[in-house]
């Protein structure tokens, strides 16, 4: 009889939203063609919405959350992977659709999971998680628009956030003059930390605006949307760029035409959930090469499955600063 596997299971019904620590079978894991026994996962702010129910995450009950994961194969019969591969998944609607990360073993399509490049432990993978892929995918955004450290000053809003601040840190890893805008000025030091080189008050970006400002950035990185994205685009130089992945302050566009037909500016969507697999592979290589160890020691915190509902619930009270690590074994 094989062990029970721990893992953290969301039930529904009529009356009742609940999340507890259980033990499962391997029999109840989904017919998937590769199983995993799971290192690591993490605890995004969706995570935190799916564990507490307050927000509708999840699509259908029992799951198991957990939208990032890094594991061993210990089964498949995909010809992409075999027993003891280590891989990588974010998004792809798993903890949301499918059984996700949180739990000591997933069962998985093959078609979701992309290999640990070398360079990076699986515990860093999960230090970087969707928020450093998502800020890695931008990056890449601009520089296939053609941005440049030459181009000029690239901003990147909510920047204390998990995708911002890691916005922040690899665009200066590769050389760029980066502006970082926050709500939260006392934090000033640690952005500079990270590599902004200035930093703004959100409050220049978040109230409605002209449809075309001063030209002042080459370049941006929005996690904010709302007023803000409209007053980047209103202020991005003659041909500028900006990448729109989130919506922190809204998810309305209130903005003009007018930067896009006099100034040839350009607004590229980021989608890290149902990224195509060969885009998945560049950003994590690249993730691999520019991310420093101390760093995201330094942004990060490790939990076991005993301590996620707890710290679910904290993420939600806004408690919780940086990336949070859950340890699987
Ligand atoms: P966080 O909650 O970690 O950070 C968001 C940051 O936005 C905050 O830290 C804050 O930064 C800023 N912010 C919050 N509220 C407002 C507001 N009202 N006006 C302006 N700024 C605000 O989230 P993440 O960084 O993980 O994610 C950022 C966004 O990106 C979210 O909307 C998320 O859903 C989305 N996302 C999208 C992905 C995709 O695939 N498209 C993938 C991952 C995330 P500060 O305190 O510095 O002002």
Known sequence: MSNPIKAIVINKDDNNYSASLSSIKNSDLPNENVTIDVL?????????????????????????????????????????????DKVILNGFGV??????????????????????PAGISPKQAMQVGTAGYTAMLSVI??????????????????????VGSFAIYLLNQLGYNVTAATGRMEQSDYLKELGAANVINRDELSNPGKPLQKERFAAAIDSVGSHTLANICASLKYGGVVTACGLAQGMDLPGSVAPFIL???????????????????????????????????????????????????????GKIRGRVVVNCQ
């Open 40 to 84: 690591y996962s993490t605890l995004n702010y969706k995570d935190g919405l799916a564990i507490t129910g307050k927000g509708p995450v999840v699509r259908s009950f029992p799951m198991v959350p957990g939208i990032d994961l890094v594991g061993t194969v210990s089964h498949s019969t995909s010809d992409e992977f075999k027993s003891g």
């Open 95 to 116: 903890g949301e659709k499918h059984w996700g990360g949180l739990a000591q073993k997933a069962a998985l399509n093959s078609d979701w999971l992309i290999p640990l």
């Open 263 to 317: 100034r040839g500016i350009r607004l590229i969507g980021i989608d890290s959930v149902m990224r195509p697999k060969a885009d998945r592979i560049e950003a994590w290589d690249r993730l691999a090469s520019l991310v420093a160890a101390d760093y995201l020691d330094k942004i990060s915190t490790e939990i076991t499955l005993e301590q996620v509902i707890d710290n679910a619930e904290q993420l939600m009270k």
């Open 141 to 162: 955004a601009l520089e296939k628009q053609g941005i440049t450290p030459d181009s000029g000053e690239v901003l990147v809003t909510g920047a204390n956030g998990g």
